[in-house]
C-alpha cells in the first residue's frame, strides 16, 4: 500500500490486530466491493482494493470483484460501478458488499441510507470496514 494513503495504512493496521472469527465449514461467502472517489485516482482505488483483498481473505471470503466509480461525486446519480456491484449482488450466492468506510457510498447520510438500502433489496448485507474497528 502507498505510503501516501497513511488513512488507510492506519485501518490496515487497525484491522489486522482484529482476531479473525472463524466462517461455516464449507463454501466461502462470496463478497464484492465497492470504491468511489470525487476524483479520479486510480492509485487510491488500487489501496482501498488491496485492503478490501486482505480484510475478506483474513475472514475466509471470496472477493468476486471489486467495482469502482472514480471521478463520481457524492450526489452523482449514474454510477455504472455501484450498478455492478448490484447486479453481483443479485447472483445466487453473493452475501455482502464491502467498502473501506461510508463515504465512499455518499458523503451525505441520507445518500448513505438510500444506498444501503439498495444494497439489502438484492438480499446482501453490507459491511464497512472502519466500523469494524470503532466496535
Excluded: N
Amino acid at each position: 500500500m502507498s505510503p501516501k494513503y497513511a488513512q488507510l495504512q492506519q485501518l490496515a493496521c487497525q484491522l489486522r490486530e482484529r482476531i479473525p472469527f472463524a466462517t461455516p465449514a464449507g463454501k466461502a461467502l462470496l463478497v464484492y466491493g465497492y470504491i468511489r472517489t470525487p476524483e479520479p485516482e486510480p492509485d487510491y482505488a488500487d489501496a482501498c482494493g488491496d485492503l478490501l483483498r486482505a480484510w475478506a481473505a483474513t475472514r475466509g471470503w471470496e472477493l468476486g470483484a471489486v467495482f469502482r466509480d472514480l471521478g463520481t461525486g457524492s450526489s452523482q446519480l449514474v454510477r455504472p460501478g455501484f450498478t455492478g456491484l448490484l447486479d453481483a449482488l443479485r447472483l445466487e450466492g453473493s452475501a455482502l458488499a464491502l467498502v473501506v468506510e461510508t463515504r465512499q457510498l455518499s458523503r451525505k447520510p441520507e445518500g448513505v441510507k438510500h444506498l444501503t438500502a439498495a444494497i439489502r433489496q438484492t438480499g446482501s448485507s453490507l459491511r464497512v470496514l472502519a466500523d469494524e474497528v470503532r466496535v
